[in-house]
């Protein structure tokens, strides 16, 4: 009797419960997928129009689906924000494209690189500073600031400083450098951050430049051509430049005993063999170049300095008289190098 | 100068905090829309395009000129504007006679579409038709899509990424109880999708958890998919991609089990175990003058115990 009132009671609690609860249970046939970060709910549930009026069922269907967000957001913890109950939302969930791509994190400038190496930490610096002369706290830098030398009605001339000279220019002009020097090294950062090329130290115009600068600077003009300078007309007196950027590879003294050896006794082996060390072909295209540039330029110069004076075709008076002098030139130069190639030989057949 | 570059430093300090904001951010806030109408626009169109401007008020611009451009051939114009008010959603709204009452919904990446799909509008009620009283500015709305059309088909599924940006309101923490009024419900039924409004009423029931009743408020609009520019897949995951330092820092040395019980390691120096503290067992104690023989007896006992 007792056990069939306790069941009762409990039917009828559960009753009481279901009843509650009958207002806000909404039945789906497939669960909501929540992002309460969003306020976001999705029903992946079959949406099929039925006789009724398609308003209505809409207006039903979201109804349903607000309930169950609704009971989602009701049950995450709340805190009472100035009178105000406001529920703590978690992170949004959905992911959703960015507007921009990341930010790059910036390189290091030559300082803070320095830093890092040193292990020097930024201080942090007071606001105000606490000026003598007017006794009170002023601003470390800016307008009216502590210990401000610009505002000396006085300086002392040093004893190692010309007497003449104007210190309070002097003072002008070494913080105006000052100012310079910072703002050339901001832009170099900057330069290096954007890895954009800058020229080398002796490239820039400058007030006053070294000889070796200039060098220099004569140097890199002269091999930025299309053919690496190599056609380049050299000044009556300026000397060929050494091989620049040319590096030499130097074996290590003890490294390689095989290769080594190899080597001594290739070297063995040439000055063995009897044959010459002069490639003859190429010795003998190298002079004909040479002596076809003299000619030509010997003509120019003859013919420049005849057009002068004539005014006529000096360039049809040139044509034959240059190709013939070249032919002859050629055949006679030829032979001379056969002569010598001959002489020099020992064994070998000479060339005609 | 539209970047902060070293070189060409702002003037004012105002400047250079406009010009801040507008750099990529590590966590970037609310996306901007900007509504604009394209050669010819119909009432319907400009209708629709001053409700969604309301609904999105605070973070929206809405351009009263037409620009003749068309989206989906030249998307250059577009870009330009986005620059210029660094606006990261576009809605553009046009009407002609091959596609009538046209709207199309975009969102750009660094600048450049990411995304555009072309809605046609079948039916649409405008605001003002509505008796209801509408919510305040600016209030986060709640967002329903309904329809398994929205996770299986791929054009879908964009879409509701793009509804689901467009019409978000800013990342909040907490948001009031009392404040959830506003409702939009997007629905995905036989090739449409239908657009509906709706300011909740939160009615007593018997528990703590309000019984809700929808009264409808806003525009309603019925939508029929036409084209679609979707950006490829590999575009999409780099719009994805969230730099680094914004995971949350996983802590070491910490795990948990099925049961949810947290389990850590906890590391010891090397311990003496000769001298080791343990339980003294009075009656195994050797007592002075004991055989060998009970020693015996008592070892086996020992070993059992241990």
Redesign the interface.
């Known amino acids: 009797m007792a056990a069939s009132s306790v069941e009762e009671l409990l039917a009828k609690a559960e009753q009481d419960e279901a009843?509650?609860?009958k207002?806000?249970t909404v039945k789906k046939d497939l669960d909501l997928e929540f992002d309460l970060?969003?306020?976001?709910?999705?029903?992946?549930?079959?949406?099929e129009?039925r006789q009724q009026n398609?308003e209505e069922f809409?207006?039903a269907?979201?109804?349903d689906?607000?309930?169950l967000?609704?009971?989602e957001?009701?049950k995450i913890p709340?805190?009472r924000?100035e009178e105000?109950?406001?529920?703590?939302?978690p992170d949004?969930t959905?992911?959703?494209?960015?507007?921009?791509?990341?930010?790059k994190p910036k390189p290091p400038t030559k300082w803070e690189q320095f830093a890092k190496l040193k292990g020097i930490q930024k201080k942090k610096k007071t606001n105000l500073v606490w000026d003598e002369n007017a006794k009170e706290w002023r601003r470390r830098w800016g307008y009216k600031r502590a210990n401000d030398n610009t505002k000396d009605w006085l300086i002392e001339v040093p004893d190692t400083a010309d007497p003449n000279e104007d210190q309070f220019a002097k003072r002008v002009k070494a913080k105006k450098e000052r100012v310079a020097k910072n703002e050339l090294n901001?832009?170099k950062?900057?330069a290096r951050a954007?890895k954009i090329k800058i020229p080398a130290a002796g490239l820039t115009p400058k007030a006053q430049q070294s000889k070796d600068e200039l060098a220099l600077a004569v140097s890199v003009a002269k091999t930025s051509t299309a053919s690496v300078g190599r056609f380049q007309d050299r000044l009556p007196k300026e000397k060929a430049s050494k091989k620049k950027g040319e590096k030499r590879k130097f074996e290590p003294v003890i490294g390689d005993f095989s290769n080594e050896k190899q080597k001594q006794l290739d070297l063995l082996q040439i000055m063995d063999s009897k044959k010459p060390k002069l490639d003859v072909t190429k010795a003998v295209n190298k002079q004909m170049r040479e002596e076809d540039r003299e000619a030509a330029a010997a003509k120019y110069k003859r013919g420049a300095g005849k057009k002068g004076r004539r005014g006529g075709m000096p360039g049809k008076g040139r044509g034959p008289g240059g190709k013939g002098g070249k032919g002859g030139k050629g055949k006679g130069g030829k032979a001379a190098a056969g002569g010598g190639g001959g002489g020099k030989r020992k064994g070998k057949p000479g060339k005609k | 100068m539209t970047q902060l570059d070293g070189i060409t430093k702002p003037k004012t300090k105002r400047s250079k905090r406009f010009l801040e904001n507008r750099l990529p951010k590590l966590s970037e806030d609310l996306k901007s829309a900007m509504i604009m109408k394209g050669g010819n626009t119909s009432e319907t169109v400009t209708q629709a395009l001053k409700d969604v401007y309301s609904l999105k008020k605070p973070n929206a611009v809405l351009y009263k000129k037409k620009n003749i451009t068309r989206p989906f051939e030249d998307s250059t114009s577009l870009e330009f504007f986005s620059k210029k008010t660094d606006c990261s959603l576009f809605l553009f709204g046009s009407h002609n006679k091959k596609r009538p009452n046209n709207l199309i919904f975009g969102r750009m990446f660094d600048f450049h579409v990411l995304d555009m799909v072309e809605l046609g509008i079948e039916k649409y009620v405008p605001l003002k038709q509505f008796k209801a009283e509408t919510c305040p500015e600016g209030t986060k709305p709640m967002l329903v899509f309904a329809g398994e059309a929205f996770s299986m088909d791929s054009e879908l599924k964009r879409l509701k990424s793009l509804l689901i940006d467009f019409f978000r309101g800013p990342k909040v923490d907490g948001v009031r109880l009392a404040g959830l009024e506003h409702v939009l419900h997007f629905t995905a039924l036989d090739g449409r999708i239908y657009m509906r409004s709706y300011r909740c009423m939160l009615k007593k029931s018997g528990c703590r958890t309000p019984r809700i009743e929808l009264e409808e408020m806003g525009p309603s609009i019925d939508f029929v998919m036409r084209r679609t520019h979707l950006a490829s897949e590999q575009l999409y995951q780099l719009a994805l991609r969230q730099p680094r330092a914004l995971k949350p820092k996983k802590k070491k040395n910490i795990s948990h089990d099925v049961f949810g019980t947290k389990f850590g390691r906890v590391h010891m120096q090397k311990q003496d175990l000769s001298k080791l503290q343990t339980r003294k067992m009075k009656g195994l104690r050797k007592r002075r003058g004991e055989t060998g023989a009970q020693d015996e007896s008592t070892a086996p006992k020992v070993l059992k115990e241990s």
């Open positions: 009843e509650k609860l207002s806000i970060g969003n306020l976001l709910a999705y029903d992946p549930n079959r949406v129009l398609r809409l207006k269907l979201a109804r689906n607000t309930q967000l609704i009971n957001i009701w709340t805190e924000v105000a109950i406001v529920a703590k939302l949004p959905t992911p959703l494209p960015r507007e921009k791509p990341p930010p901001r832009l950062n900057i954007q």
